[in-house]
C-alpha cells in the first residue's frame, strides 16, 4: 500500500468534499438524496446485510461499540460504522475491529471520482456509502451503524435495520436539531422503522411520548430499557445487572471505566434480548468477554480513558450538557487533591449550558482545538471567567496538556475534554 497515495485521496476527500467535523453547519445536507444516489450506484449494499441503527445525544458510540463486541464475542462477523475519527480516518469502518483496508479505500475512491463530482455529496455522505460498500464487499454477518448527527436527515438513515437503539436526549447542535428536547427527540426518532423493534436506553419523562408517537405511527415494538434493566455500579470497571429487580448478572467487568456506562448497559442488555428473540445466538459468556474486553474487540478510545497513574490523567469526548455532567460527576467521585483541567471547544457549543457545570475549584488549561470549528481559547477563557473558572490560554492541545502535567502534583487528577477534537490532538492516546 502506497501510504503518499493514502495521504493524497485523503487530501482529496477533506478538501474537496464539505466536511462538518472541520466547518460545521455549512456541510450538513438536510436529505437523503445524495447518500441514495451514491449506493443506488455500487447496487444498494446497504441492503445485503443485516443491521442494528444506533442514535442519541450521548452514549450512542460506547452503545454501538459494546453491541459490536458482544456480536464479536458471540463468533459473528461484524460491522462497525461510526464517526468522528480520533487518529485515523480509517477508525470510521471497522470489522471485527480490524480498520478499512487503505489500499481498498484508494481504489474506491480512484473508482467513484467521477461520481461524485457529479453528485457533489459532503465529506460524510461518501464515507457512509463507502462503509456499506466495504461491509457488503467483506460479507459481514451484520453492522451496527452509529448515527451520524440527529437520525431523520441523516445519511445513515438509508438503511432498513433490523433494530434500532436511541440513548439518550440532551442539547447539541441546537442550530441543526431544534432548541427543546422533544424537538431533538424528533430528529433521533427518525430511525424508527415500520414494524422494527426500537430501544429507548433512558426514559426521560421530556421526550418519551414524542418516541411512543413515531413508534405507533410505524408499529414498531418499542422498549423502554430502563424500566426493565439497571446496571449498577459496585466497583471500578464493575457492574451488577439486574433485570426487573433480580439480580441476572453480577460482577460484570467493563472494560469502559465510567460510572455513566451504567445507562449504556441498560439500553445493550435490552438490545440483546431482543436479537436473542430475532434468533441470533449470544449466550451469556458473550456478554461478559463482550464487555469486559470491548475497547480491545472494537478499537474504542477516548471514554474515561486513563492516560497515566501518577497524575492520574483521563481524557474523556463528552461534549455537551448531558455527557458533561455525566462526566463532572465521575471526577467528584475519583479519588485526587486538585484537578487540572484541559478544556477546548468548538464554536458552535452552547457554552451557557456547559460552563456552569465545570468545577471552579479546578486550575484551567484553556486551548482550542485545530480545526477551523475551534473556538478561539481566549474566547473560552473569558467566557469561563465570566463562570468563575480560571486558568491560562495555551497556543494548542498539548501545550495545554504538557503545561497540566508539568504542574500537576502526583496526587492530582489531568482531565483533559471539552470536544472530541481535543483528545483526538493528544499525544499520548
Known amino acids: 500500500m502506497n501510504s503518499a497515495r493514502f495521504e493524497e485521496t485523503l487530501t482529496y476527500l477533506y478538501g474537496y468534499l464539505p466536511m462538518f467535523q472541520r466547518i460545521g453547519a455549512a456541510a450538513f445536507k438536510p436529505d437523503l438524496s445524495n447518500t441514495l444516489a451514491l449506493c443506488q450506484h455500487l447496487g444498494n449494499p446497504h441492503e445485503r446485510f443485516p443491521s442494528i441503527h444506533v442514535a442519541g445525544t450521548n452514549g450512542k458510540g460506547s452503545s454501538s461499540h459494546l ?6 464475542a458471540a463468533g459473528y462477523r461484524v460491522g462497525l460504522y461510526t464517526s468522528p475519527h480520533l487518529k485515523s480516518f480509517t477508525e470510521r469502518i471497522r470489522i471485527n475491529g480490524q480498520e478499512a483496508d487503505k489500499q481498498w479505500i484508494i481504489d474506491w475512491v480512484e473508482k467513484l471520482k467521477p461520481l461524485i463530482e457529479q453528485v457533489k455529496p459532503s465529506f460524510f455522505e461518501v464515507t457512509v456509502a ?6 457488503a464487499q467483506n460479507r459481514v454477518d451484520i453492522a451496527v451503524v452509529e448515527v451520524g448527527l440527529g437520525g431523520r436527515l441523516d445519511s445513515t438513515n438509508i438503511i432498513s435495520p433490523i433494530l434500532s437503539l436511541i440513548t439518550n436526549i ?5 442550530a441543526l436539531l431544534g ?35 413515531k413508534a405507533a405511527q410505524e408499529h414498531a415494538p418499542i422498549y423502554f430499557a430502563s424500566d426493565r434493566y439497571r446496571a449498577e455500579h459496585t466497583a471500578v470497571g464493575t457492574f451488577d445487572i439486574i433485570k426487573e429487580g433480580d439480580l441476572m448478572m453480577p460482577c460484570v467487568k467493563c472494560q469502559l471505566l465510567g460510572e455513566y456506562q451504567a445507562k449504556n448497559l441498560a439500553g445493550v442488555m435490552q438490545a440483546v434480548e431482543c436479537l436473542q428473540a ?8 458473550a456478554i461478559r468477554k463482550g464487555i469486559a474486553e470491548v475497547s480491545t474487540l472494537t478499537g474504542l478510545k477516548g471514554r474515561w480513558q486513563i492516560i497515566r497513574n501518577q497524575p492520574l490523567t483521563v481524557c474523556d469526548t463528552a461534549h455537551n450538557e448531558g455527557g458533561l455532567r455525566y462526566v463532572v460527576r465521575q471526577i467528584a467521585h475519583t479519588p485526587h487533591k486538585h484537578l ?13 449550558k456547559v460552563l456552569p457545570l465545570l468545577p471552579r475549584s479546578a486550575t484551567y488549561y484553556f486551548c482550542k482545538p485545530d480545526l477551523p470549528r475551534g473556538l478561539a481559547a481566549e474566547i473560552l477563557q473569558e467566557q469561563a471567567a465570566a463562570q468563575g473558572l480560571r486558568g491560562n490560554v495555551y497556543s494548542s492541545v498539548n501545550q495545554a496538556y504538557q503545561a497540566a502535567l508539568a504542574a500537576a502534583q502526583p496526587d492530582d487528577m489531568v482531565f483533559i475534554g471539552g470536544s472530541t477534537f481535543v483528545v483526538a490532538e493528544i499525544e499520548d492516546l
Open 67 to 72: 453491541l459490536t463486541a458482544i456480536l464479536q
Open 130 to 135: 463507502m462503509a456499506f460498500d466495504y461491509f
Open 170 to 174: 440532551s442539547y447539541d447542535h441546537q
Open 179 to 213: 432548541d427543546t428536547l422533544p424537538q431533538i427527540a424528533f430528529e433521533k426518532a427518525g430511525i424508527i422503522k415500520h414494524h422494527t423493534p426500537v430501544i429507548i436506553s433512558e426514559k426521560q419523562e421530556e421526550v418519551s411520548a414524542v418516541f411512543c408517537q
Open 278 to 285: 430475532q434468533g441470533w445466538k449470544i449466550d451469556n459468556r
Open 340 to 352: 487540572h483541567f484541559v478544556l477546548g471547544v468548538v464554536a458552535d457549543k452552547s457554552l451557557d
